[in-house]
């Protein structure tokens, strides 16, 4: 039941910039102040989230957390919810200064109405992103004791993923609008690739046991610095790793240990 009410309400939240820039006449500046926002927020709500499974069931990786890494011996003594917040919000950040002078620019070489910033739209983009970043809030709480570190980790971790994303593609992306005189067409293939990559982190993502047999027959063909070794036992020693990893942040953190 959760999923068919948040499922809907996530397919929105995408769609509210989607509508406004191919069918409100939003400007970029104005879609791209909705998208900073939706960031942001999105990323304060999961923050939220964590804060609260951090304080009902405490577990090891929220105090100590032991992150995806090639040296498994080495654990992190930072805790999870400040790591996700100052790499969500030094990316927001970082947009939003870019973003300004990219606006600057396109104004100075003569493409004010695409750096032209509506605000009552802008406006109205956010109450619904808020809206609909409530709801979806509001029905993970009903669950959220239920929950596993590990889908709080993967709930964060895509969050971080799309902001870097983003980061990524508006670097490039404005570069090449600001060298070029057709900024609505650059900015309406950004719309799109955003709006797919959004729609590909709203769906489970799969993770197969063991690899495919393709990938497996290719790489074991690839000259390998382990002889005697196939692709398939790399891949299974990687699944174990990951499997003692998440166990380890899994494990319940007392309030006595939980304190300063």
Known sequence: MNRVIQLP???????????????????????LAVYWFETVAACLFIAARVLLQQRWVPRHGHFRYDAPSTDRRSGSTSSFLSGFLIVSMAFSAAHAVFLGVILLLLNHN?????AEVDWRSVGVGCLGVVAFLVLDFLVDLSTLRRWSFWQMEQLANRAVSRVIVVHMTLIFGFAAIAITDAPDAFFGVFVVLKTMAALSWAFPQWEPTTPPRWLSRLMNRMPNVHPGKRFEDFWAKDRADEAARREKNE???TSARAKP
């Open 9 to 31: 309400a996530q397919l929105a939240l995408i769609a509210i910039p989607v509508v406004g820039w191919f069918t409100q006449d939003w400007s970029g500046a104005t879609t």
């Open 110 to 114: 003569g493409q004010a109405g695409f």
């Open 251 to 253: 494990r319940p953190w």
